[in-house]
């Protein structure tokens, strides 16, 4: 029980050095005892599922732009110029004008053209294990899988995912609540070579307008930057970057987190396997036990109030999504991993204007790959104790070795 946890001294920029294997712990600590916790920063925690719901359902209070809280943190540098031209970092009227130009990306009919190649990518990987026997599921598997498909629906090759993976992880790397001088370069680098990679494939795109696969989203973005007034060039390049790396670390982190927790609970593979039709509702409880985002922000434009608690104007708060989904007064037995749990409106994707725009791509590679491994891999078995990083804002499972 969380009574021995010393919340009056909680600083999410100082954490406890357990805070990662223990989170589980200190979410409910700080729900009971400090749901609307203050940092030494005169930032706040939101632990609680109703407050994270308010603050994501009104934008006009609730500002997602980072140019106040990034300025201090980046400087005048490209991390900044990612981080503040980002989707996710904007608010209306941008967002809602950049927002519209991805929808092509994620029509239905876009996302089942992608189907096909997913079942072909997870049949793939499964032979690999069957031949060995073994794999790391990170390396082998869940790493690879979501990397290969948004390459294929942004438009960009594949065989270049190990560069796009590399920068991807020193840009969101600094999105962590401390950084070193060595994290803060290797972002800006990872940014600039990332925008020159992408210069390169516009070109290409612009040099062959029809060269792209229908719905293909570098071809919608190029044709709204060519348009002029609906996307700059910036805009674009930034767009693309975020969208290679919104897409597939947090589908890698849902798909290790999802095996890891089937392996741990050997009685929900049981369950599985007696009725298959919970494949979707086994994905969701994968998704609220383990949020593969831990913590969103948002900052309040002017004073406001919280359940009670007064919000100053221009303060952080940081919405512990890993939290919330434990949060008792949403979920019964909030601790009991329950692949059949119906309600589980968990807010692993967010919600309101900013919710996950890649929410149906991602729960399609998830189902795919969780109903075939363990139909075809019924006796999986854990060889090892997985290994986490000790990122915060990620959830990261670096290591899960796994056996036939
Ligand atoms: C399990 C996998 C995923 C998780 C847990 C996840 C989580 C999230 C969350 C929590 C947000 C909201 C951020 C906020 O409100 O501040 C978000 C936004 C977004 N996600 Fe995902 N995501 C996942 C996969 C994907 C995929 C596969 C794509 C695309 C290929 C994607 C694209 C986006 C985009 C474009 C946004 C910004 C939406 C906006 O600001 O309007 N995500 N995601």
Not at 20 to 33: D, K, N, T
Not at 109 to 138: S, T
Not at 208 to 227: F, M, W
Not at 316 to 340: C, K, S, T, W
Request: some cysteine.
């Amino acid at each position: 029980m969380p009574d021995d946890i010393d919340i009056a001294n909680f600083d999410l920029m100082a954490l406890p050095t357990d805070y990662v294997p223990e989170a589980h712990r200190y979410f409910a600590a700080l729900r009971r005892g400090s749901p609307i916790h203050p940092n030494n920063d005169g930032s706040f925690i939101l632990t609680r599922y109703d407050d994270l719901v308010t603050a994501y359902r009104d934008p006009s209070v609730w500002s997602s732009d980072k140019k106040a809280a990034f300025g201090p943190k980046f400087g005048n540098s490209p991390l900044f110029e990612h981080h503040t031209t980002s989707l996710v970092f904007v608010d209306p009227p941008d967002h809602t004008r950049i927002r519209k130009l991805f929808q092509s990306a994620f029509t239905r009919k876009a996302l089942a053209a992608l189907e096909p190649r997913i079942h072909a990518l997870v049949d793939e990987y499964l032979d690999e294990l069957a031949d060995r026997g073994e794999m790391d599921f990170v390396a082998d598997f869940s790493f690879k899988l979501p990397v290969e498909i948004v390459c294929d629906m942004l438009g960009v090759p594949a065989s270049d995912r190990l560069l796009i993976r590399d920068w991807a992880l020193l840009i969101l790397g600094a999105l962590e609540p401390v950084l070193t001088d060595k994290q803060f370069q290797d972002g800006c680098d990872a940014v600039n070579n990332f925008k020159a990679y992408l210069r390169d494939r516009v070109k290409e795109r612009k040099a062959n307008p029809g060269g792209g696969r229908d719905g293909e989203i570098l071809s919608a973005l190029v044709e709204a930057e060519e348009e002029g007034a609906k996307l700059t060039e910036i805009e674009l390049l930034h767009q693309c970057i975020f969208l290679l790396n919104a897409g597939h670390e947090t589908s890698t982190n849902m798909l290790s987190h999802g095996v890891h927790e089937m392996l741990r609970h050997p009685g929900e593979i049981q369950k599985l396997l007696a009725d298959p039709t919970l494949i979707d509702t086994m994905v969701e409880e994968v998704l609220r036990f383990q949020a593969p985002i831990q913590i969103n922000n948002r900052r309040a434009q002017h004073d406001t109030e919280l359940s009670g608690t007064a919000i100053p104007a221009g303060s952080i708060v940081h919405l512990m999504i890993g939290a919330a989904n434990l949060d008792p007064e949403q979920f019964p037995y909030p601790e009991r991993f329950d692949i059949a749990r119906r309600p589980n409106r968990h807010l692993s994707f967010g919600l309101g204007i900013h919710i996950c725009a890649g929410n149906a791509l991602a729960r399609m590679e998830a189902n795919i790959a969780f109903a075939k491994l363990f139909q075809r891999f019924p006796n999986l078995k854990l060889e090892a104790p997985a290994k986490l990083s000790n990122r915060i804002r990620f959830r990261e499972v670096t290591e899960l070795h796994i056996a036939v």
